[in-house]
């Protein structure tokens, strides 16, 4: 069974950082196909960021050059870096996964999600 569990939310002023965390219990992180994701109040969710299993990674135009996905394999652990934070970057961040090596799009398994709030 793959578990997802984020972590490392909290609020920050505009223009400061936080580094996101997703645990990926029960597989192994070098497997998959993994990806963050986020969904203010009102709005649809976001696709921000995939890194295939060869490490390639895309990003979403919003976030490009800000954010930065990367994943510890043996730790199967999934980071998100997100830096010169903005106030429309609030949302709830979860991370996803899904049982391929290239990601095409199908997230099978999903956390629960760690709230970021950036203030003006």
């Known amino acids: 069974q793959v578990r997802l569990v984020e972590s490392g939310g909290g609020s920050v002023q505009a223009g400061g950082s936080l580094t996101l965390s997703c645990a990926a219990g029960?597989?192994?992180?070098?497997?998959?196909?993994m990806g963050w994701f986020r969904q203010a109040p009102g709005k649809e969710r976001e696709g921000l960021a995939t890194?295939?299993?060869?490490?390639?990674?895309t990003y979403a135009d919003s976030v490009k050059g800000r954010f930065t996905i990367s994943k510890d394999i043996a730790k199967t652990t999934l980071f998100l870096q997100m830096n010169s934070l903005k106030p429309e970057d609030t949302a709830m961040y979860y991370c996803?996964?899904?049982?391929?090596?290239?990601?095409?799009?199908?997230?099978?398994?999903w956390g629960r999600g760690t709230q970021v709030t950036v203030s003006s």
């Open positions: 996803a996964a899904e049982p391929y090596s290239t990601c095409v799009g199908r997230w099978s398994y």
């Open positions: 029960g597989y192994t992180a070098s497997r998959y196909c």
């Open positions: 890194i295939d299993t060869s490490g390639g990674a």
